[in-house]
């Protein structure tokens, strides 16, 4: 758009009143939830005056607890060995002529993309359900190793996206001033990837933080995460408890989303 | 995942060399490292998603076990009871009635959705875009910010509000628009609406980057040429922004059909859909072939449509 035109040949008679009323309808049933988080009754529609106490009792819950933990457990290492793996990746695919085999690792990382997760879901139910039946072993390594491969995506498009706006000035510049490669990739090129590895580290980090159809196939009996124990709660008589956890997963989301914006809108 | 973030649409699938890619040099030895590179992605990718997939399609051959899993006996009875049923008196194939309507389930509401998000999603796309250039950045932060929070939790956000005692009934009732809470939960129109505020961001962000490349100086030409509001809507925005309204449209319809989360929440035992058959035979059904199979079904179907998709932005690339 060389110029701007004047306001009136782009209105279209109705469109900004449809997207108000979109923009409104977006936030009204979030800023409800969050609301009654703080409600001093047990009603999730009649407010009955402020109150922390849901937040009290939902920390209290040794249920929470240990879905909450064991939440950031399983998303701190499968998004950072996604990261790196994705790291990796990243280098080799870009910034390069097109090589044997190119096209098909870039379809293999982005494979998780494609397929539906309850597909991937009962794929993986199905191999793991033998796996432990033929060597006995429960732990958590199952849902590590399912979040990090879907991770890995996540993590790797912005990796990419900021290897790709990178030019080699700096590179060929330390290349010339006798630098070895190792010292070039430490001391030019990771620091220059760095907002792209944050930005992804942050990315993976939410999307394994918030992912429930394949956790809940891939679990064993005891490994709820706070979205499969919510998702399990809501089979009863659901309290403001539940607003309240919810209400923390939506501001440390949203808080690690604009560190991702903010990170990724400052790489130029 | 069938999320796709507004990053990969504009990585084209083979990227075009740069001019000034960093090592010209293209020895075996260079390929090789960047083979080893990858390594790590391939393999975790490989183990733990792609080739997962084999050992489900291997699955939908067998027989099911008694109580859960399977029996090593080949079988095609998983794929021919996907849409068809054995009769238990007199041995006849009939239509398998029960999947059928989950199958239509799926598909309309699937249909019904994206027609909504992009009743409410063009408009929205086409707001943001005339903002004043400082604001639009804002104003699209807004429309993605609810997208990345949990989509258990806006789930839930839109279950409090239409439950039976819920905000929008208590409304209703106190306004004295209706005597007693109309029932929505557990009804198609509960995972209709759902769906539509999960999904409406992935139909905005397409639409949005075709009105954003669309010259509104052509607007301006079209009403010099005495168009009426209708025509330059019709003949001149409707086809420039048709890529973005087909490539948003598969976005959102994608994600609907493999669907698991919303409509088991709003949806609830009754009302199931594609995603919900699936978990059923791992779960009550026991019938892991037919979930296999169901499964795989699924999974050709969105591929499809997504190579359908890549089809169209690249076209749209080439295009633009």
Not at chain 1, 80 to 101: D, E, I, N, Q, Y
């Amino acid at each position: 758009m060389a110029e701007r035109a004047p306001f009136s040949v782009q209105t279209i008679p109705g469109f900004a009143a449809i997207a108000i009323f979109t923009f409104v309808a977006i936030y009204t049933p979030l800023v409800i939830l969050v609301a009654f988080s703080f409600n001093a009754g047990d009603s999730l529609a009649i407010w009955e005056g402020f109150s922390l106490k849901w937040y009290y009792r939902a920390a209290a819950n040794e249920q929470v607890q240990s879905a909450a933990i064991r939440s950031l457990y399983l998303a701190g290492i499968s998004a950072s060995v996604a990261t790196v793996a994705a790291t990796m990746a990243a280098l080799a695919t870009t910034r390069t002529r097109h090589f044997p085999g190119k096209t098909m690792i870039y379809a293999l990382i982005n494979q998780p993309l494609m397929i539906p997760e309850i597909v991937t879901a009962v794929a993986l139910l199905i191999v793991f359900a033998w796996v432990k039946v033929a060597t006995g072993h429960t732990s958590m390594i199952y849902l590590i190793a399912a979040h990090t491969a879907f991770c890995i995506p996540f993590a790797y498009l912005p990796i990419r996206a900021r290897l790709e706006t990178m030019d080699d000035t700096l590179e060929k510049a330390a290349a010339d001033l006798y630098a070895g490669r190792w010292q070039v990739f430490r001391r030019i090129t990771l620091p220059m990837m760095m907002p792209g590895i944050i930005a992804g580290l942050m990315l993976a980090f939410v999307i394994s933080m918030d992912d429930v159809v394949i956790t809940e196939f891939v679990k064993s009996a005891g490994q709820d995460t706070l979205p499969t124990y919510m998702l399990g709660q809501l089979r009863r008589v659901v309290t403001p408890e539940i607003n309240a956890i919810s209400t923390v997963v939506v501001f440390a989301g949203a808080f690690l989303v604009t560190i991702f914006f903010w990170v990724s809108s400052n790489r130029r | 995942m069938a999320y796709v973030t507004p990053e990969s649409e504009a990585l084209p699938l083979d990227a075009p060399a740069e001019p000034g890619a960093l090592e010209a040099e293209h020895s075996s030895r260079d390929v090789r490292q960047r083979w080893f590179l990858s390594l790590p992605s391939i393999l975790i990718i490989f183990f733990f998603a792609a080739g997962p997939l084999s050992v489900m399609l291997l699955y939908s051959f067998l027989t099911p076990g008694n109580y859960s899993g399977v029996k090593w006996e080949f079988s095609t009875d998983a794929w021919s009871s996907i849409l068809m049923q054995r009769d238990i008196f007199d041995d006849t194939l009939q239509w398998a009635d029960a999947h059928l309507s989950i199958f239509w389930r799926s598909l309309s509401l699937s249909m019904i959705t994206t027609a909504l998000t992009l009743i409410f999603g063009l408009p929205t796309a086409w707001f943001i875009s005339t903002r004043p250039p400082g604001r639009r950045e804002l104003w699209l932060f807004l429309m993605t910010v609810p997208s990345w929070t949990n989509l258990l939790v806006r789930t839930i956000a839109v279950q409090e509000m239409i439950r039976a005692e819920g905000v929008i009934n208590n409304v209703l009732v106190f306004v004295g628009i209706v005597d007693e809470p109309v029932q929505m939960m557990f009804t198609n129109f509960a995972i209709g609406l759902g769906m539509t505020y999960v999904y409406l961001p992935l139909m905005v962000l397409p639409i949005y980057a075709a009105v954003e490349k669309l010259d509104k100086r052509l607007l301006e030409a079209c009403y010099d040429l005495y168009a009426s509001r209708w025509q330059a809507f019709y003949r001149v925005i409707l086809p420039l922004v048709k890529p973005g309204i087909i490539a948003g449209s598969i976005l959102v319809f994608v994600p609907c059909l493999g669907a698991y989360v919303v409509p088991r929440v709003l949806g609830g035992g009754k009302n199931l859909m594609f995603g919900n058959l699936i978990e059923l035979q791992f779960g009550a059904g026991r019938n892991w072939p037919l979930g296999a199979s169901l499964s795989f079904t699924l999974m050709v179907i969105v591929m499809v449509a997504l190579i359908f998709y890549i089809r169209v932005t690249s076209q749209e690339r080439k295009d633009g």
